[in-house]
C-alpha cells in the first residue's frame, strides 16, 4: 500500500512538473473580438515531420519563466503553420524552454486561426490575439521579474508574418508594440505569390486596393521601427531569402538596428536549428542579441 502511495504521488509529481507553465487564456471573461459560434474543433496531428495543431478558436498563452539570472527580457513566440496549423512544438515550446534556461522569459502564443467559420473577419483575428498577447505579457511583468518595455516578439514563416504585421502596423495603444522584433524564415513581403496565399488562407477573398498597400509592410520600416533580429537559410524554397534581405536592407537604409545571419543550408522550418547544417546557432546569436539590446 505504502508503495503504491510512493508510486502516486511520484506520478502527480511528474503531471506538475510537466505543466509547471503559467497557461493563459488570453480572452477569459471577455467577449473574443471577431468570433462566431462554430463547430469547429481544437486538434491535435502530425505534420511536416511534427505535431501541430488545427482548428484553434480559444487562444492562450503558455509561459516559460526565465531560469538562472534574470534578463529582464520577454518574448512572444509565434509559431508558423501557413495560417492553416500552429507548429506549437517545433517553433514553439522547443524554443521557448532554450529561451528560459537563459533568462529570458518566453512565452508561446496559440493563435485562433484565420476561418470563416469561426468570423467573419477572419484577416483580423490573428493580429489582435497577437496585440492581446503583448498587452498581457506587459501586465504580467512584475510577477515574471522582466521590463514592460523589454518585450518583444518572435516569429516563424507564417508566425513571421504576423509577427511583421504586429510590429509595423500603425496602433495607437503602445502596449500592443513589440520592443523588438525576431523574424525566422519569416514573411515580410508582398510578392506576388505572397498576395495569392494571404487572399486564399488569411483573407478568403481578394485583397482590396487598400488592404494590399497596408500589407505592402516594407513601406513601413521607418527610423523608429524597433530593432530587428533575422536569420534565414538560401536554400529555403518555400519562403525565399528575399524575405530577410529586403527587410534587412530597408532597415539598414532608413538607419533602423537590425542584425542579421544567414546560412547556406537549412531549407525551411529548421525550428531552434540542427547541428548537422549548423542552423542551432541562430538560438545563441538571438540571445547574445538580446544581451545587447538597451
Same mark, same amino acid.
Given at each position: ?7 502516486? $504521488?511520484?506520478?502527480?509529481?511528474? %503531471?506538475? !512538473?510537466?505543466?509547471?507553465?503559467? @497557461? ?11 468570433? /462566431?459560434? !462554430? ?9 511536416? =515531420?511534427?505535431?501541430? %495543431? ?9 509561459? $516559460?519563466?526565465?531560469? =538562472?539570472?534574470?534578463? +529582464? ?7 508558423? +503553420?501557413?495560417?492553416? #496549423? @500552429?507548429?506549437?512544438?517545433?517553433? +514553439? ?19 485562433? #486561426? ?35 518595455? /523589454? @518585450? ?23 502596449e500592443e508594440r513589440p520592443n523588438f522584433s525576431a523574424f525566422i524564415y519569416g ?7 505572397? /498576395? ?18 497596408? &500589407?505592402?509592410?516594407?513601406?513601413? @520600416?521607418? &527610423? ?15 519562403? $525565399? ?13 532608413? =538607419? ?6 544567414? $546560412? ?15 542552423? !542551432?546557432?541562430? %538560438? ?9 539590446? /538597451?
Amino acid at each position: 500500500m505504502m508503495k503504491n502511495r510512493v508510486l502516486i $504521488f511520484f506520478l502527480l509529481l511528474t %503531471v506538475v !512538473n510537466v505543466n509547471a507553465q503559467e @497557461v493563459i487564456h488570453i480572452w477569459e471573461g471577455q467577449e473574443k473580438p471577431f468570433y /462566431k459560434e !462554430n463547430d469547429l474543433k481544437e486538434y491535435e496531428e502530425e505534420a511536416y =515531420g511534427t505535431t501541430c %495543431v488545427f482548428d484553434i478558436t480559444e487562444p492562450t498563452l503558455t509561459v $516559460f519563466k526565465a531560469k =538562472g539570472k534574470n534578463t +529582464g527580457k520577454a518574448v512572444v513566440i509565434i509559431p508558423g +503553420g501557413g495560417y492553416g #496549423l @500552429v507548429a506549437m512544438y517545433h517553433e +514553439g515550446y522547443d524554443l521557448a524552454k532554450a529561451l528560459s534556461k537563459s533568462g529570458i522569459t518566453a512565452a508561446v502564443l496559440k493563435y485562433r #486561426l484565420p476561418n470563416p467559420k469561426s468570423s467573419d473577419s477572419p484577416w483580423l483575428v490573428p493580429i489582435t490575439d497577437t496585440r492581446r498577447a503583448l498587452k498581457i505579457m506587459r501586465k504580467i511583468s512584475s510577477k515574471y521579474g522582466f521590463k514592460k518595455d /523589454k @518585450v518583444g516578439v518572435m516569429g516563424f514563416s507564417a508566425g513571421g508574418h504576423l509577427a511583421t504585421v504586429a510590429t509595423l502596423w500603425p496602433t495607437e495603444d503602445i502596449e500592443e508594440r513589440p520592443n523588438f522584433s525576431a523574424f525566422i524564415y519569416g514573411v515580410t513581403d508582398l510578392s506576388k505569390a505572397n /498576395k495569392e496565399w494571404l487572399e486564399n488562407d488569411l483573407y478568403y477573398r481578394k485583397m482590396t486596393p487598400e488592404e494590399v498597400e497596408k &500589407n505592402t509592410l516594407l513601406n513601413y @520600416v521607418n &527610423n523608429t521601427t524597433p530593432p530587428a533580429f533575422l536569420t534565414h537559410a538560401y536554400d529555403d524554397d518555400i519562403c $525565399f531569402i528575399k524575405e530577410t534581405t529586403l527587410y534587412a536592407e530597408k532597415m539598414h537604409k532608413v =538607419g533602423a538596428s537590425v542584425e542579421t545571419h544567414i $546560412f547556406p543550408i537549412g531549407g525551411h522550418g529548421f525550428g531552434a536549428g540542427r547541428e548537422v547544417d549548423g542552423t !542551432n546557432q541562430w %538560438v545563441d546569436l538571438f540571445i547574445n542579441w538580446t544581451m545587447r539590446l /538597451k
